[in-house]
């Protein structure tokens, strides 16, 4: 009597652990849909029992099309925020998932409005990265009338339209940082600055507001300057902080809430007549990193790039499901905190 094939005989057919294999067929997550692919191939080749509801169950897995509009193609941080969602995407075995993921260098409002109203005509569900503007909400909204959820990411938009918002808690994040510049200052006075891309991001604008509310309650001793804006450009944040290192010998500590953390760290390693601030500015890239070793940020504040991809797939799966989301979708993830210790 032949030996009908076993569930460790297809995971070796296909080239995955048994568990890999029991989470296709109870459809499991996360399993990509290549891998999927590969294992309702090996079914059919060994003639395993179960390949018909495999294949069954591959084929009709809905197509879920997720667009993802993002910012500044050639910035670090925006290309690992890129490859998780697409990676996430992909990942679904409850659907086939397809991700279409575009970036805009010019972030004026109607640059990005135009941009999603074309990204939104080609899929079932859109996440954005976008400065707060009438012009950006109504795109938004004229989205969503068209039965395209549209969700905000890194920053929240004001339009009601949007279905959700998922993003670092920025209020925790800016008073995180004001506790730790308070305390690491070199002395109990001095001025403080503070750099953001614009003042149309609210995530930056309520860090700010959180940043300035702690020293307000806590160090009334420090002044703390009124912001700079960067437009999250590097070249622009090298010359506002030279600029304020300059202006202000007293300068004892700088907090960048936005984008622009490479013209921090070029500035700071310049300034060499004084003693150098203390620095915090957000997200662990390959510049970040090297200037905590070396001691010129001493704080990276970064937002957990796996767990908002996962969260943000899953809410548009939702979404697109016609589940209700109960109102508004808002998702506030707390900053991962580095240090030169713990890098």
Not at 137 to 155: D, H, I, M, Q, Y
């Amino acid at each position: 009597m032949v030996k009908r094939p076993t569930i460790a005989d297809l995971a070796s057919a296909s080239g995955v652990s048994v568990a890999t294999v029991d989470r296709v067929l109870n459809r499991r997550m996360p399993v990509s849909a290549d891998t999927a692919r590969r294992v309702v191939l090996a079914a059919e080749s060994i003639g395993y029992h179960a390949a018909g509801l495999l294949r069954r169950r591959h084929d009709e897995a809905p197509l879920r099309r997720f667009g993802f509009l993002l910012q500044k193609r050639g910035d670090e941080f925006y290309q690992r925020l890129a490859a998780q969602l697409g990676a996430e995407t992909a990942a679904q075995t409850n659907f086939r998932g397809k991700p279409t993921i575009e970036f805009v260098d010019d972030i004026a409002p109607s640059i990005v409005a135009g941009r999603i109203r074309q990204i939104s005509q080609r899929v079932d569900a859109l996440a954005v990265v976008a400065v707060d503007h009438p012009l950006v909400n109504e795109a938004v909204g004229e989205a969503v009338a068209r039965g395209k959820p549209v969700f905000t990411l890194l920053s929240d938009l004001t339009s009601p339209a949007r279905a959700g918002y998922l993003g670092v808690d920025t209020r925790k994040a800016g008073r995180t940082a004001a506790w730790a510049i308070s305390r690491l200052a070199p002395r109990k006075h001095g001025k403080i600055g503070i750099l953001l891309g614009s003042h149309r991001y609210l995530s930056q604008q309520l860090a700010e507001i959180s940043f300035r509310s702690y020293m307000r309650e806590n160090s009334q001793e420090f002044q703390v300057l009124e912001p700079l804006v960067n437009l999250d450009d590097g070249r622009i944040a090298y010359e506002a902080v030279a600029d304020m290192a300059a202006s202000n010998p007293d300068l004892v500590g700088i907090y960048v809430c936005g984008g622009g953390m490479e013209g921090l760290v070029r500035a700071l390693r310049d300034e060499t007549s004084r003693g150098r601030p203390i620095a915090v500015c957000n997200e662990l890239i390959a510049a970040t990193r090297a200037a905590l070793i070396e001691g010129v940020v001493d704080m990276v504040l970064g937002t957990p790039l796996a767990a908002l991809a996962a969260r943000a797939v899953a809410v548009m799966a939702r979404a697109c499901e016609g589940v209700s989301l109960e109102g508004m979708e808002q998702t506030l993830l707390p900053a991962e905190i580095y240090i030169r210790e713990n890098i």
